[in-house]
């Protein structure tokens, strides 16, 4: 089965219940994609969910998620894979962010190439990575 992984900004929509976002993950699962995302991903989700006026129910609500998933970690083969591709963003005059330097990095250590996040201007410069818009 194919790997897909879903980067904070569908999870957060999900959480919120856009429309879109719900749409999406029935699209994919009727074509068959294992549904994942990345430690990365959950700490922002995490952070997001401390600041909130809620943020005991969104803790919960957001580990009950995080169970319906496949959870990449962070390891020492991303990490490397990290550092060269932000490597060669730079020299491209492209930079991005750690954060989804460090996804993308883990994605692609778990042979996924599909990112599905509405953030497509930065993850679609890292090489490798196809980012699948969903709103």
């Not at 591709?85 to 250590?109: M, Y």
């Amino acid at each position: 089965m194919k790997s897909i992984c879903l980067d904070t900004t569908i999870l957060v929509d999900l959480e919120r219940g856009i429309p879109s976002a719900k749409e999406k993950i029935e699209a994919m699962l009727s074509e068959s994609y294992r549904l994942s995302t990345t430690t990365i991903n959950l700490f922002e989700m995490a952070f997001g969910a401390h600041k909130s006026k809620m943020s005991k129910k969104n803790l919960k609500d957001l580990l009950t998620l995080s169970e319906d998933l496949d959870v990449w970690n962070f390891d020492i083969s991303s990490s490397f894979l990290a550092g060269e591709l932000l490597h060669k963003l730079e020299l491209k005059g492209t930079p991005i962010g750690f954060r989804d330097v460090f996804i993308a990095s883990i994605a692609l250590t778990n042979r996924c190439d599909k990112i599905v996040t509405s953030n497509v201007k930065d993850f679609s410069r890292i090489p490798g990575i196809s980012a699948v818009e969903y709103d």
